[in-house]
């Protein structure tokens, strides 16, 4: 990757950041954006907030997890170093604490194989099956370990009382995803105790050929 294309990636990942504060999606200094390069990856800095990231000081780390250069990166780096080793199309990552996807991680009794349930078709095109894996506390390298294991079939996670982790091919997939997750989540709370028609496998088909959806 030219030294050009990295300066665009830096400026998409300051420009994300702002979007996603102003959305009010990143509380605090809350959340983290990587993009993958072909030597590694670039990666936001430890408390600094989404909305207030400088270019020249984004982390870079090499694929060692090594940093490269820029300021000490995430402590959740490994969330998204889980998903470059084990998810070849991943091109970025986004792991945030958006409001309802993380109040959906601390309800009971949700299915683990995919917490929201297919209940409109840009949810099944943009994010896919969404498993649930434990809690972990903050920076326990085990929770890299529990993405690793399911990156190669799911682009992403909710952790249970934390938050979402989002993987797109590339930034903009990736902020499309985490919105549709975010909003979907939204509905999920709305509709609590509603009867609530979902999509079947006759209306996920038509997606999977359509959109190259995975369900």
Not at 163 to 192: D, F, I, K, N, Y
Request: hydrophobic content about 40%; some cysteine; proline content about 7%.
């Amino acid at each position: 990757m030219s030294l050009s294309s990295e300066s665009r990636l830096r400026e998409s990942i300051c420009r994300m950041g702002r979007e996603f504060r102003a959305l009010g999606l990143a509380p605090g200094t809350s959340g983290n954006l990587s993009a993958r390069l072909d030597d590694g990856w670039l990666m936001t800095p430890t408390n600094v907030a989404l909305g207030n990231l400088d270019p020249a000081r984004i982390s870079k780390l090499d694929w060692g997890g090594r940093l490269v250069s820029g300021d000490k990166p995430t402590k959740e780096s490994f969330l998204h170093r889980a998903f470059y080793e084990n998810r070849p199309e991943a091109g970025a990552v986004v792991h945030l604490h958006a409001t309802h996807a993380t109040a959906l991680s601390c309800l009971e009794g949700l299915n683990e194989d995919s917490c929201i349930e297919p209940i409109t078709p840009y949810f099944v095109m943009r994010v896919g099956r969404l498993p649930l894996l434990p809690y972990f506390r903050p920076g326990d390298p085990a929770m890299g370990e529990a993405v690793a294991k399911v990156a190669p079939h799911r682009s992403s996670v909710l952790l249970a009382n934390h938050g979402p982790v989002v993987s797109g091919p590339t930034l903009e997939a990736a902020q499309s995803a985490m919105e549709e997750l975010e909003e979907t989540a939204r509905l999920v709370l709305l509709l609590r105790g509603q009867a609530v028609r979902t999509l079947g496998d006759a209306e996920i088909q038509p997606l999977r050929e359509a959109f190259n959806a995975i369900w």
